[in-house]
């Protein structure tokens, strides 16, 4: 079920409400390169069946165990709208990006009021904040990841190449309990002769730069996600290709941040992989995936649209759809982080969760 606020409503979108409503249910650092027999490259050790029906991926499903109603927070009414990437920080502000117009928006739910934090977003795609409530971007534009000081203003470039190298566009990010980053990057078209394949990375506290995964051992990086307990990295395959990887591998992630002993949680072929990711405090993981139609590309409509919650052993254990549109990314918040904020097309989304966030998407108080 929907939930719309009427305050948020405009005529324009009034004759689209019954269709809508319906959709619902550069200094120099250090780095290091992983080589696959550290990874555990071969053949992933867990995979569900691809072959499972439309109706079987979804049945027998506990979604009010985890999942409330989803509920409209705001419309961003831009000329251009792509959303990605929410962040919460210390205060409850919702910050999220406008890819297609550079920017990267702030919600507050309380006064129910959306502002403009950046014009000039350098096509930001995930946000994270960091533990001390600083705010982490993945500029595509540029590259790079950076750190805004959200007291001065001020940017700082944590990332923007590797052994001689620059990244591939950032994409998704996410922190452990010490504070080191790990992010995903790919481009559509890279330069190989300047640019780094795709793959997958680590930023320590100390600022240097270690490359977890990189192709071919990695096809499409998208969404990542540590575990609670920082003994687990999850990374989303996103290959909209024929036979290419839709999946959520797993990762064994020891204390000094490498990883080992590589399986499949869950595969979404030959549907829409997730996008993004978020992870509660018991472990489980809240994945934004599916398509409301098929958009030219070899994946079928047997993912659904919506937040999927996955279990740490890989079971489907939830399922709520989503509005018309592409839903890609979400983040916990509120005051006891039981709020699922998710964006979608043009929309902020907000779903209410049994479970809370992780104890890191409540960032400290600059």
């Excluded at 014009?119 to 795609?125: I, T």
């Amino acid at each position: 079920m929907l939930i719309m606020d009427p305050a948020k409503l405009f005529i324009p979108y009034i004759l689209c409400l019954p269709l809508f409503l319906g959709c619902i249910g550069k200094s120099e650092k250090k780095t290091t390169s992983n080589s696959p027999d550290n990874v555990g490259q071969g053949a992933d050790s867990i995979s569900l069946k691809t072959n499972a029906t439309h109706s079987e991926r979804y049945s027998g499903l506990e979604t009010d165990k985890y999942l409330g109603d989803v509920s409209i927070e705001t419309l961003v009414e831009d000329e251009r709208v792509f959303t990605e990437g929410p962040a919460v920080d210390a205060n409850g502000m919702v910050y999220f990006t406008n890819k297609r117009e550079n920017k990267i928006l702030k919600w507050n739910p309380e006064e129910k009021k959306l502002s403009v934090f950046s014009s000039d977003s350098k096509s930001a795609n995930g946000l994270r904040f960091s533990l001390d409530g600083n705010l982490l971007a993945c500029e595509e534009t540029t590259g790079s990841i950076v750190e805004i000081d959200m007291d001065t203003g001020e940017k700082r470039t944590l990332a923007s190449d590797f052994q001689g190298k620059s990244l591939q566009a950032p994409n998704d990010i996410d922190i452990d309990s010490q504070g080191r980053i790990y992010f995903s990057s790919r481009t559509g078209r890279p330069d190989l002769a300047i640019q780094n394949q795709k793959g997958v990375y680590r930023i320590d506290t100390d600022g240097s730069i270690h490359q977890l995964l990189v192709e071919p051992h990695i096809q499409m990086p998208n969404g990542v996600a540590v575990s609670p307990d920082d003994k687990t990295l999850y990374v989303i395959e996103s290959h909209s290709g024929l036979d290419k990887a839709r999946k959520i591998l797993a990762f064994d992630l020891q204390p000094d941040g490498s990883i080992s002993n590589r399986r499949t949680l869950y595969d979404f072929y030959p549907g829409r992989s997730g996008d993004g990711m978020s992870i509660d405090a018991e472990g489980n993981l809240y994945v934004a995936a599916g398509l409301h139609a098929e958009r030219g590309s070899s994946e079928t409509l047997d993912t659904r649209p919506g937040i999927h919650v996955i279990s740490p052993t890989g079971k489907l254990m939830a399922f709520v759809k989503t509005p018309e549109g592409l839903i890609t990314n979400c983040t916990f918040g509120g005051e006891d982080l039981k709020t699922l904020y998710v964006t979608d097309s043009e929309y902020l989304l907000s779903i209410p969760t049994s479970i809370p966030g992780k104890s890191s998407y409540k960032p400290n108080s600059n």
